[in-house]
């Protein structure tokens, strides 16, 4: 897409005090927003900013485990093909919304503005809960990772290491505390951050595929495409793929970040479903070059998932590197997976903030503070690590309750999706007329696109809930579902007592400027 020579005029005569060009106050104007945030992004600093976020090929890496067990080689290459293809549709349906309406608040605004009458305030509120909560728990699962890696560093050192949930735990604090240190004072340095890890992100990668390419035992390439495995115990190996393509959802997640950072971006109603589109197909490919190597690097599938440290990707360092080598990757990793920890905080603390600002919460007056000096939304950022620190002290009672809280931001990200996409497909159906102006369209490929990707995100969200093996025991439960029913049912009385009568969703506001 590009500017029209009216865009490209008016965007060239100055910025802003919070750095806005014309087309951003036009549609901040227009959603009734007041400009809070100073726009310190730029269009290569958000694809850097997004790209390490979504940490593609270090999850492929990192968080396989469940692809492995219940698929296998092949079940996971073959998940991965299908999963890229099917998050494609939704993003493309995302990134034309963001350009419609470039809010941090993301699905729960579009959800407001595209939804039936009757039931976009109720549905707005509800989705507004849901995105929290997956913003929240997907926060909590990167300093959770980024905790169990330092103890996998430990057990290489020392194999008598047992690697306890509680100090497992007690590392999420500092964790937390750089992210929060980054996020509210060091604010103005995180493009350039961004940009600088970003070529650690592409070096990194280049690195490892070097060693799995050069210094790796490899297999045959029949056992990476077509051996699947069903390590789970399911019934056909078909159900037990189905399963197993929750892994591959995960190395994707979180694509929709560039979104909910809009009201900080220049230019934002262009840069931002660029931002959303370029680092999935960037990041997506770099991922399936990265799996591949792997799958190939994997002289044993169970040994990789019966590895000590908990993580196949350290079997595989280990088996091409001295133990010296694979202390330097995974410190690599875990250098890279804590810049994406900042981000995330920053769009989990953005997206609260969004939400706190229509009063979708109780406390949302200091939930959606602004600090006035630094133009940042410092009492969500402090809430949303706080929120991670208590989430991680489930770890100690129970590991399988806090990888069920991991599980729950999967859930609750692809109910948001599914939600969204409808309401805007219902528009573009009933009342294409009444849709907002996308700079970044999909045109007459719209419907097309939005069904597929409301198909795709029903799919995984039923999926999500399965639990990983069978038999099911206390162990291996998948908590997820009885947590999110846990919240929505927390949602619908929230808003029963509070949310109906002071909540009226970003529609209302829309409107009312429309009607000025």
Not at 9 to 27: E, L, M, Q, T, V
Not at 216 to 221: E, L, N, Q, T
Not at 357 to 370: A, I, K, N
Request: neutral net charge; glycine residues 8%; proline residues 4%.
């Amino acid at each position: 897409m590009s500017l029209s020579s009216e865009d490209m005029k008016s965007n060239a005569i100055h910025f802003d005090a919070y750095g806005s060009i014309p087309s951003d106050k036009r549609d901040m104007m227009r959603m009734g927003k007041e400009q809070e945030l100073r726009r310190v992004f730029r269009q290569v600093s958000l694809l850097s900013f997004t790209a390490i976020l979504m940490a593609t090929w270090e999850f492929v890496l990192m968080a396989c485990t469940q692809g492995l067990v219940d698929g296998g080689r092949g079940g996971l290459f073959w998940s991965y093909i299908w999963v890229m293809i099917g998050y494609g549709f939704i993003i493309a349906s995302l990134a034309e919304m963001s350009s419609m309406a470039p809010t941090c608040g993301g699905q729960y605004h579009w959800v407001s503005e595209f939804a039936p009458p009757n039931c976009q305030k109720f549905l707005s509120y509800i989705t507004g809960w849901v995105s929290t909560l997956s913003w929240q728990a997907g926060n909590a699962s990167g300093g959770f990772i980024c905790g169990t890696l330092i103890q996998s560093l430990i057990i290489i050192k020392n194999p008598d290491y047992a690697a306890p949930g509680w100090q497992g735990t007690l590392l999420v604090f500092p964790i937390m505390f750089v992210c929060v240190i980054f996020n509210i004072w060091l604010n103005h340095w995180l493009p350039s951050m961004q940009n600088a890890v970003m070529v650690l992100h592409v070096a990194g990668f280049l690195a490892i595929m070097v060693i799995f390419w050069v210094l790796s035992p490899h297999v045959p390439a029949r056992d990476v495409f077509l051996d699947f495995q069903n390590d789970g115990g399911w019934q056909t190996m078909g159900l037990a793929l189905m399963i197993g393509q929750i892994s591959a959802v995960g190395f994707l997640g979180a694509s929709d970040a560039a979104a909910h950072m809009s009201e900080e971006v220049k230019d934002a109603g262009l840069s931002v479903p660029r931002a959303m589109w370029w680092t999935y197909i960037v990041n997506g490919l770099l991922g399936l070059i990265m799996l591949v190597s792997f799958l190939f690097a994997m002289p044993s599938v169970e040994d990789a998932i019966n590895d000590a440290t908990g993580y196949p990707m350290m079997y595989a360092f280990q088996q091409a590197m001295p133990m010296n080598g694979t202390i330097v990757l995974t410190v690599l990793m875990m250098v890279l997976l804590m810049a994406g920890n900042i981000s995330y905080q920053a769009s989990t603390a953005r997206q609260t903030y969004a939400f706190a600002r229509d009063r979708g919460f109780p406390g949302s007056r200091w939930l959606g503070y602004v600090n006035p000096k630094l133009m940042i939304p410092v009492n969500a950022v402090v809430f949303s690590a706080v929120f991670t620190i208590i989430l991680s002290l489930i770890n100690i009672g129970s590991s399988a309750a806090f990888n069920a809280i991991i599980s729950l931001g999967a859930v609750a990200q692809m109910g948001t999706y599914a939600i969204s996409i409808t309401c805007v497909l219902y528009r573009r159906l009933t009342a294409p007329h009444l849709l907002p102006k996308a700079r970044w369209s999909l045109g007459r490929w719209g419907v097309m696109i939005n069904v597929v990707g409301l198909l795709f995100a029903w799919e995984v969200f039923f999926w999500c809930f399965w639990p990983n093996a069978q038999p099911v025991t206390l162990d291996n439960f998948n908590w997820a579902p009885v947590m999110f029913v846990a919240v929505v049912v927390g949602a619908l009385i929230t808003y029963h007592f509070q949310g109906r009568r002071v909540y009226t969703g970003p529609v209302a506001i829309v409107q009312g400027r429309q009607e000025e």
